[in-house]
Nanobody, 123 residues
Framework: VQLQASGGGLVRAGDSLRLSCVAS????????MGWFRQVPGKEREFVAAIARSGGSTLYADSVKGRFTISRDNAKNMVYLQMNSLRPEDTAVYYC?????????????????WGQGTQVTVSS
């Protein structure tokens, strides 16, 4: 599966932004999906994940209550709605796909990655 993320940009603290990721192929619903982020010099970190059906989700503590992951299997899309953004949310955000059969935040479980989209939050 090939993934392409979009929707990043420069926003102010407290603003909202929605990231989108489109997947190629006809088996999108066979993959769990996740969002990760990375800043220079640091490890890529888990942000949110959603199960194949969309019935289960998982969030990093740092974004819980502010970010919402969702998917539309008919459109091969996964989204990350980000509200109440903070300067520490600044990073390159990546969408990823996993064949693991349960919702997971372990980046080692994700075998497919998009190219990343930059999110910058000014204070």
């Amino acid at each position: 599966v090939q993934l392409q993320a979009s929707g990043g940009g420069l926003v102010r603290a407290g603003d909202s932004l929605r990231l989108s990721c489109v997947a190629s192929g006809r088996t999108f619903s066979s993959y769990g999906m996740g969002w990760f982020r990375q800043v220079p010099g640091k490890e890529r970190e888990f942000v949110a994940a959603i199960a194949r059906s969309g019935g289960s989700t998982l969030y990093a503590d740092s974004v819980k209550g502010r970010f919402t992951i969702s998917r539309d299997n008919a459109k091969n899309m996964v989204y990350l709605q980000m509200n109440s953004l903070r300067p520490e949310d600044t990073a390159v955000y990546y969408c990823a796909a996993t064949a693991v059969g349960y919702v997971t935040g372990n980046k080692g479980h994700y075998g497919y990655w998009g190219q990343g989209t930059q999110v910058t939050v000014s204070s």
